[in-house]
C-alpha cells in the first residue's frame, strides 16, 4: 500500500488514458493534459477506459515512482470532474477509500474548519 502524507496534493485524471504508458509518457499527460507539474512531489492518478486499473505517478527525491494496481473484479470510480477540468484534487483519505472500492459520491463528511493553504503561483 501506498503511504501518503496528509497534505500531499493528489490529482485525479478525469479522462481515462492508455495505461501502457509509463514514467515520460505520463510526466508528459502531466504536463500537457492536466496542466501540473510531474515535478511538484503531487500524486498523479490514472485509470483505464475499464476503470479496473489505476496508475500513481510520484516524483520522489531522486526520481519518478509508479503505483500499479489491477482489479480482480469491479472497477474503481472516480469523482465528476467539476466544469470539465482535466484533474480533480482529493485528499490522501479520499484516495485510500477509492483504492479499497467506495464511491467517493456517497461519502457523507461533517462541516469541519480547514484553513486555507497559500498557494505560489507561477
Known amino acids: 500500500m501506498v503511504s501518503l502524507a496528509p497534505t500531499v496534493r493528489i490529482w485525479l485524471a478525469a ?4 495505461l501502457r504508458k509509463s514514467f515520460d509518457s ?3 499527460l ?6 501540473g507539474d510531474p515535478l511538484s512531489g503531487d500524486v498523479f492518478v ?3 477506459k475499464a476503470a ?4 500513481l505517478l510520484i516524483w520522489e527525491e531522486d526520481g519518478y515512482a509508479i ?3 489491477r482489479l480482480e473484479a469491479g472497477t474503481f470510480r472516480f469523482p465528476p470532474s467539476p466544469e470539465a477540468q482535466p484533474r480533480v ?4 483519505a479520499d484516495l ?8 467517493l459520491s456517497s461519502v457523507k463528511r461533517g462541516k469541519r474548519y480547514h484553513r486555507p493553504v497559500p498557494r505560489a503561483t507561477v
Request: glycine share 6%; charged share 35%.
Open 15 to 18: 479522462q481515462p488514458v492508455d
Open 26 to 28: 505520463l510526466a508528459a
Open 30 to 35: 502531466v504536463r500537457e493534459g492536466l496542466q
Open 46 to 48: 490514472f485509470r483505464n
Open 52 to 55: 479496473d486499473r489505476i496508475k
Open 67 to 69: 503505483w500499479y494496481k
Open 89 to 92: 484534487e482529493v485528499r490522501a
Open 96 to 103: 485510500v477509500m477509492l483504492l479499497e472500492g467506495i464511491d
